[in-house]
């Protein structure tokens, strides 16, 4: 069975320079929370699950990645570092065009080295979902907070 909706960001910013940050974030909905961290490879490679409490991660096991009750899972973030990116993609919007105003959706690609890639997990659609969109804006919001401080730090 599969279960949950993946995601994918990609970007120069670091699981590791972020994590704190989204887990304060998290905690403004959870005051507690299970972090179980897998294949840790420093500056690599990091996979991190994400339960309420054990009563969660319990109808997690028996239902996968899908909204409980409360209208909250579960979710999974995987997050490893490519060395060489070559992707066909198609862009939706861009935030900020040319001019500062969206531009309509077009082919592109994205190439680079050393991008970061995060996938992340979620048991319903974003835009469904309240709680999927507090995770996932909460991971966004991380991301842009490291690379705003990188950037005032001059890295």
Known sequence: MITGVDYV???????????????YRIRERWTTFIV???????????????????????FHDENGYTLDANGEGCFMILCEMRKNMNLDIFV?????????????????????NNLWEYSIVLPDVVEDSAFCMFIMD?????IKYSMESQQKSGL
Not at 92 to 97: A, F, I, L
Not at 138 to 142: D, F, M, N, T, V
């Open 92 to 112: 939706k919007e861009q935030v900020h065009g040319l001019n500062g105003s969206p531009t309509m959706a077009y082919d592109s690609m994205l190439i680079g």
């Open 36 to 58: 179980e961290e897998f294949d840790v490879e420093k500056d690599k490679r990091l996979e991190l699950f994400f339960a309420r409490d054990k009563a969660m991660n319990r």
């Open 9 to 23: 960001i990609y970007t120069t910013i670091s699981i590791f320079d972020i994590i704190d940050t989204f887990k």
């Open 138 to 142: 909460s991971l966004i919001s991380s």
